[in-house]
């Protein structure tokens, strides 16, 4: 059973930065994974952030392209999403998920695996 466990919430002002990482167990190969990084306000359904195929392949919602950045280190079976330049409407809570086969990387449908998420809040 894969679990996720995500870290490096908090709150940060407008054009700031942040890390979030998330820690991978329960699985012999996380390497084999999609994994990926979406958001959620409430009221509103989960979006995509920002996902990494099992070969490296990285999709980006148009609305952060450019200013995150997601990193995968399979030896440490951690997942990572480099946000810069933070604007206010990036505040939500951020999961972290993972499936072995993903046919539309941004779509939330498509993973199996969720973390409970890590709060941001960018204010300006």
């Known amino acids: 059973h894969v679990q996720l466990v995500e870290s490096g919430g908090g709150s940060v002002q407008a054009g700031g930065s942040l890390r979030l990482s998330c820690i991978a167990s329960?699985?012999?190969?996380?390497?084999?994974?999609?994994m990926g990084w979406f958001r959620q306000v409430p009221g509103k359904g989960r979006e995509g952030v920002a996902t990494?195929?099992?070969?490296?392949?990285?999709d980006y919602a148009d609305s952060v392209m450019g200013r995150f950045r997601i990193s995968k280190d399979n030896a440490a079976n951690t997942l990572y999403l480099q946000k810069n330049s933070l604007k206010p409407e990036d505040t939500a809570m951020y999961y972290c998920?993972?499936?072995?086969?993903?046919?539309?990387?941004?779509?939330?449908?498509?993973?199996?695996?969720w973390g409970q998420g890590t709060q941001v809040t960018v204010s300006t």
């Open positions: 998920a993972a499936d072995l086969v993903v046919t539309g990387p941004l779509s939330p449908d498509e993973y199996k695996y």
């Open positions: 990494i195929a099992n070969d490296g392949t990285t």
């Open positions: 329960g699985a012999t190969h996380m390497s084999s994974f999609c």
